[in-house]
């Protein structure tokens, strides 16, 4: 792997979680294509987690990027009541894994803890996530999401933000 592309795409995963901690959500939006899939599944047991969204629960989907865009709407309106006030966040994004597939675009597996607090309460979420990021000059768009929630036992709200 290319020692500078790896280290563009690891700015670009650090920058969308610096767009997500400062509610920078024009920039965060401008990050996915129009058409991008954002995936969140249920666990279905201990190990197996829902692969397609079609044929299982979610914790979030949106088959394009009007979906975050409505969120987005939502918590800016204020019609987003779960989201009222929003948490601050910290997003850690770790091992950072880049491989260029047979179609030009990348995948870019990496970990990720969030640190959150909203009204005093703290809390936390971990996991890891799969990009397909398509190059675009010298930036990156995100093609998909896919994040698995390795601590699904959700005691308040979850949202995209927190991942």
Not at 28 to 57: K, M, R
Not at 84 to 96: D, Q, S, Y
Not at 115 to 137: A, D, K, M, P
Request: proline share 2%; aromatic share 12%.
């Amino acid at each position: 792997m290319d020692q500078a592309l790896h280290f563009a795409v690891t700015q670009f995963m650090y920058k969308k979680a610096e767009l997500c901690d400062t509610q920078d959500w024009d920039a965060y939006l401008e990050l996915y294509d129009e058409d991008s899939v954002y995936h969140i599944p249920q666990w279905i047991d201990d190990h197996t987690y829902v692969q397609d969204p079609d044929q299982g629960l979610s914790y979030i989907y949106y088959a394009d990027r009007s979906g975050l865009e409505d969120r987005v709407f939502r918590i800016r309106t204020g019609k987003a009541a779960s989201a009222m006030p929003l948490p601050r966040t910290l997003h850690n994004i770790n091992n950072v894994r880049v491989q260029k597939l047979a179609d030009g675009t990348l995948e870019v597996k990496v970990g990720w803890h969030t640190l959150y607090n909203r009204q005093g309460v703290e809390g936390t979420f971990y996991g890891h996530s799969v990009y397909i990021l398509r190059q675009e000059g010298e930036n990156f768009r995100i093609r998909r999401q896919h994040t698995v929630l390795l601590n699904d036992k959700i005691d308040s709200v979850l949202d995209f933000y927190h991942v």
